[in-house]
């Protein structure tokens, strides 16, 4: 089993950061990909970033030049920096990760985090 834990979340004004942090623990061979989607009060979720094990990052268009993804592989790590929040970035952000496991019968699976909440209000 694997399991993702996030946080750094919390409340902050608009204009302003956070740094939200998931790591990965567990039978964990590699992760190809990690990343992080979000889910605002009434809407679906919705991917915001990951990055793969070979270093390429890529982002949804709503936060591009904002959020900066980025991977510590040795700790099985994945961070998202959040500049220049705004209200409408206001959700439950969720790690996922795509995970080779150690355990032949396991292969590869998909895995969530419980989230963790970023709220930008003045």
């Known amino acids: 089993q694997v399991q993702l834990v996030e946080s750094g979340g919390g409340l902050v004004q608009p204009g302003g950061s956070l740094r939200l942090s998931c790591v990965a623990s567990g039978s964990i061979l590699s992760i190809p990909e990690m990343g992080w989607y979000r889910q605002a009060p009434g809407k679906q979720r919705e991917y915001v970033a990951h990055g793969t094990s070979a270093g390429a990052t890529s982002y949804a268009d709503s936060v591009k030049g904002r959020f900066t993804v980025s991977r510590d592989n040795a700790k099985n790590t994945v961070y998202l920096q959040l500049n220049s929040l705004e209200p409408e970035d206001t959700a439950v952000y969720y790690c996922?990760?795509?995970?080779?496991?150690?355990?032949?019968?396991?292969?590869?699976?998909?895995?969530w985090g419980k989230g963790t909440l970023v709220t930008v209000s003045s």
């Open positions: 996922n990760a795509l995970v080779i496991s150690q355990i032949q019968e396991i292969g590869i699976m998909d895995y």
